[in-house]
């Protein structure tokens, strides 16, 4: 049975928090917040808060029931947030702890960094309430500094993209192999009659006998087990990998990147203006990848240099455009055999055409005056 969602008191008490007032204090911050989060943010920041921040804390001071941390504490919560340990089982069944690095220690820190903020904040506003509560930050300003993690992270996707960089063209060719082989497949079951054996398959498929199955889907099923397969589906989802490695590929994005600048893009045009209150909905959301577009691959696909592109935008009706869309207009090329790349549309009449009376044309003494350049 699906379990449903919990409420904050729930969120937070499944770490077991030693201190009540602290519990109660993460419990009323996150409440106020719960107005502007989803559920799924809302459950990430319980657990950076109650379970990667205070309980953390209570285990490396039992007993603490204040948040202004002692500097021997504060630093060596730091140094744990920094490492992920799990326990893994060898193959002679012996116990032992791998660590590895946290690669979103810095969203961590800025949680509780926010945490901090707010309260002050809202110490001003409402005294008996979070007053009590407002004391210095124990991380600072410079530790939650982006340049350096972006560069961080900017190297780590340039160290996947060598690594993976050689296999590229076995991707493509098995990509495209796949899509041949499943519009063919296709091909060939539509012009089988029901019942027969589909050509090119070695006799193992064969056309299924669907008399309830509308014209969209092409059904086969095997000649042995009698398993029925999709064959419209089957070609259809071979086309989209194909085409999404071919436009990952010549445009020279990213996955991430691509995520990214989707995710972005919704956000910027749906989300509410955040409340001054509530700076955590917006230091918690912060980018994944270090930019949309990686300098290094993305201009060189669109074909201008690093500096032009970082300056300005291309105009409407720059080359560069052009060069930007080619990958799709393969694309589109390869789904359509009627697209030639070529406008339809009937030609704009000129000025002394009249697009109503065929073979008219203006007399020179309505001519239209030319303009005198200014």
Known sequence: MAQGQ????????????????VRDLLVDYLWEGQPVLDYASLDSISSSLAGLFWARIEALSSGIATLRLPPE???AWKEDLLTIKRSV??????KTVATRPRINAKDELIR?????????????????????????????????????ERRRRKARMDQRTRERLPVL???????????????????????????????GTG??????????????????????????????????????AFAVIEVLRLTG????????????RSSSLSAPSPSPRWRLSALTRLPRVPSLMPRSRATCAIGLAV???????????????????????????????????????APVPGPTQSPGIPGWRRPPSQARPTRLPI
Not at 7 to 21: A, D, H, M, N, S
Not at 120 to 147: K, M
């Open 6 to 21: 919990l409420t904050v008191e729930e969120l937070v008490g499944r770490y077991r928090l030693q201190c009540k007032p």
């Open 73 to 75: 504490v504060a630093r």
């Open 89 to 94: 089982t060898g193959p002679d069944g012996q």
């Open 112 to 148: 509780v960094r926010a945490l901090y903020l707010d309260i002050a904040q809202r110490a001003t506003e409402e005294p008996g309430r979070w007053a009590q509560w407002a004391v210095p930050s124990p991380v600072s300003d410079a530790e939650i500094n982006w340049a350096r």
């Open 169 to 199: 063209p076995v991707l493509t060719r098995t990509a495209a192999g796949r899509k041949n082989a499943t519009a063919r497949r296709l091909q060939a079951a539509m012009s089988a009659p029901p019942g027969e054996i589909i050509e």
């Open 203 to 240: 006799g193992i498929l064969r056309r299924a006998v669907a008399p309830k199955a509308n014209g969209r889907h092409v059904w086969a099923e095997d000649a042995a087990t009698g398993k029925r397969r999709n064959l419209c589906y089957e070609e259809e989802e071979a086309f989209r």
């Open 253 to 264: 994005i990213r996955c991430e990147e691509r995520s990214r600048a989707s995710s972005a």
């Open 307 to 345: 500096s032009r592109t970082s300056r300005t935008a291309p105009s409407r009706k720059s080359a560069s455009n052009f060069l930007r869309v080619s990958a799709i207009a393969v694309l589109l090329k390869a789904m359509s055999p009627r697209y030639e790349g070529k406008p339809t549309s």
